[in-house]
């Protein structure tokens, strides 16, 4: 097989990043080791920014968004005592839209499909090669069993942490923070008891009450790292999540339902540099993590094909290498804003061992409720810099 752009990838960077550039008249094949069924139905989070949104939207990826999506004004931040509404509309003029990655995915699926986009679902043994010429490629086994081979212009990583590109860059520098805490995240069939997302401190541990739709919730408990989903009963976690939520308090009460989920995510973050090295480039959770907390990582993988996208087209197209030589730089700007960001909600709202930390924690979030200086830094961070930021 020979294309202009091969996409390692089939999550939402790679499926957006061929849509991108199909509309500018560029042409990919995206390789995945996943099945379709698996990549659109793993549960990620579910909050698009403002500028993702208007992305979307303007490649005509609006439609079921517009239709299904919430919009959220702000969120509610809390501890014991207090619940305070940080209202990004007053703030900075953007709101965010409640919309899962699920969703999002099987949207990009389907455009793909209209435009007749190649896919290869199921390889295995998937490598790059020659990125330092002009005719890199990739191999892999294909689902008949196979060996196979997908000659490009450029190669794009779009594989995730766990994926070969990034191990294809020669001498990378790489950031990485671990954290001593895992979110236990539930799906749970009943309605939120909240118009928006509350993010609660508390002396047990962090608690946040998401959603996904009007009848669907989504919730998290910080638990300890290595922690055993079995551990925690459905029972066990409706009870922690009624008190870090603050269940009773101020008439605010929360009702529980049946849990269709249950999964414990790992915190943490890394950061690996450059996003280029030839003809080979990554974008997404491939060159970047960041723990959940502020709900970054999809909205910080479409900022980046946001900008790949048109900097790919001025080079296979116009031949143009400006965009594509300044990628890297440009998207890191933004990768090390959300990666504070998310940093910094991270270490505000989770308990640690240490009692100074709690105090500093208690004063941030009292500076932050109190403060339109304080609550305008997380709603202008929260709400979405804009691309290119
Ligand atoms: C969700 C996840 C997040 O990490 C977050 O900060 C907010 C919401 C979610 O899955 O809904």
């Known amino acids: 097989m020979r294309t202009q752009v091969a996409i390692v990838g089939a999550g939402p960077a790679g499926l957006l990043l061929s849509h991108l550039l199909d509309r500018a008249g560029v042409e990919s094949v995206i390789v995945e080791t996943r ?28 439609e079921r968004l517009d239709r299904e999506g919430d919009v959220h ?14 209202d990004f509309v007053d703030l900075v003029g953007r709101t965010v839209t409640v919309y899962g990655q699920t969703e999002v995915t099987k949207d990009l699926g389907r455009a793909r499909d209209a435009a007749g986009q190649q896919i290869v679902y199921e390889v295995a043994d998937t490598a ?55 979110w236990l995240g539930i799906l749970a069939d009943v309605a939120p008891s909240t118009d928006e997302l509350i993010y609660a401190w508390h002396p047990d541990g962090f608690a946040l009450h998401s959603m996904r739709s009007s009848t669907v919730s989504r919730l998290y408990l910080q638990v300890p790292a290595g922690t055993e989903v079995e551990t925690w009963s459905d029972d066990r976690i409706w009870e922690a999540l009624a008190t870090r939520l603050g269940h009773g308090e101020n008439g605010w009460t929360l009702t529980p339902g049946p849990i269709t989920e249950k999964s414990v995510l790992p915190m943490r973050s890394f950061v690996q540099e450059p996003l280029r090295h ?62 504070h960001f998310s940093w910094w909600m991270t270490t505000m709202l989770h308990t640690s061992a240490d009692p100074f930390d709690t105090q500093l924690q208690l004063s941030q979030l009292r500076w932050v409720a109190a403060s339109t200086a304080g609550a305008t830094g997380l709603a202008e961070n929260y709400a979405g810099l804009p691309f290119g930021y």
């Open 128 to 182: 790059v090669h020659d990125i330092e010429t002009d005719r890199p490629y990739v191999t892999f086994i294909g689902p008949d069993g196979r060996p196979d081979r997908l000659d490009a212009d450029v190669v794009v990583g779009c594989d995730g942490s766990f994926g070969p590109c990034r191990r294809a860059m020669p001498d990378p520098s790489v950031w990485e923070r671990v954290y001593p805490y895992s």
């Open 278 to 339: 030839g003809r080979l480039f990554l974008a997404g959770d491939a060159a970047h993590i960041v723990p959940p907390t502020g709900a970054k990582g999809l909205n910080l993988a479409v900022a980046d094909v946001a900008l790949l996208a048109p900097a790919l087209a001025a080079l296979l197209r116009d031949k143009n290498p400006e965009l594509a030589d300044a990628y890297s730089d440009t998207a890191l700007r933004r990768v090390w804003r959300c990666t």
């Open 35 to 62: 099945s379709r069924e698996y990549v659109e139905a793993r549960i990620r989070a579910g909050i698009l920014e403002q500028s993702t949104v208007d992305l979307l939207r303007a490649a005509g990826l609006g």
């Open 73 to 86: 004004r702000g969120i509610h931040l809390q501890w014991p005592g207090h619940r305070h509404h940080v």
